[in-house]
T-cell receptor
């Protein structure tokens, strides 16, 4: 069964710093990988989706990379701001599923950006 | 923008009560999901549905049932609530099949069973 790990569980950085969040998964047979943001007490908001054939995706100050063969993805946040403080989760969609297609989630990295 | 709406943000129920959690999406998505989220355990899939009146068990279906009578609405039912069902419940939807569209989540329902 696919297992998704995110280390560290928590991270604090001063405002303006660039940072990298890590995600690793055990089975490289994935269809895509998604990064989500979750604010306290709220649902998840999709940030970026990388298809298995892609190496990276960018949206504004966010850049997500995927190395499928090594089972790793990173989320790079440039020039961090206090508003970036949230929990970031990654999730993989296995390649061998049909139908509704479940996602396997990591437990997230809680990011605090200090003003 | 896709909107997934969960009817309650917070619920407090007593042990043994029957509990209904409602979820509605407005993008005509075929797939709908119910997850629960617990500290240290992440999101775990309870049930999903890929069409009206169709349902499939996820990883932790015990103690739960679901109903999908209309495409836009997916209900999670706790037949007899127990304290170990205290959790954050998240509903999500997505287009059909093997899709590269992201999952869209509601804001969650925090359920406390006393």
């Amino acid at each position: 069964k696919q297992e998704v790990t995110q280390i560290p569980a928590a991270l604090s950085v001063p405002e303006g710093e660039n940072l990298v969040l890590n995600c690793s998964f055990t089975d490289s047979a994935i269809y895509n990988l998604q990064w989500f943001r979750q604010d306290p007490g709220k649902g998840l908001t999709s940030l970026l989706l990388i298809q298995s054939s892609q190496r990276e995706q960018t949206s504004g100050r966010l850049n997500a990379s995927l190395d499928k063969s090594s089972g790793r993805s990173t989320l790079y946040i440039a020039a961090s701001q206090p508003g970036d403080s949230a929990t970031y989760l990654c999730a993989v969609r296995p390649a061998d599923q049909t139908g509704a297609n479940n996602l396997f989630f990591g437990t997230g990295t809680r990011l605090t950006v200090i003003p | 923008d896709v909107k997934v709406t969960q009817s309650s943000r917070y619920l407090v129920k007593r042990t043994g009560e029957k509990v209904f959690l409602e979820c509605v999406q407005d993008m005509d998505h075929e797939n709908m999901f119910w997850y629960r989220q617990d500290p240290g355990l992440g999101l775990r899939l309870i049930y999903f549905s890929y069409d009206v009146k169709m349902k499939e068990k996820g990883d932790i279906p015990e103690g739960y049932s679901v109903s999908r009578e209309k495409k836009e609405r997916f209900s999670l039912i706790l037949e007899s609530a127990s304290t170990n069902q205290t959790s954050m419940y998240l509903c999500a939807s997505s287009p059909p099949g093997h899709s590269n569209s992201p999952l869209h989540f509601g804001n969650g329902t925090r359920l406390t069973v006393t």
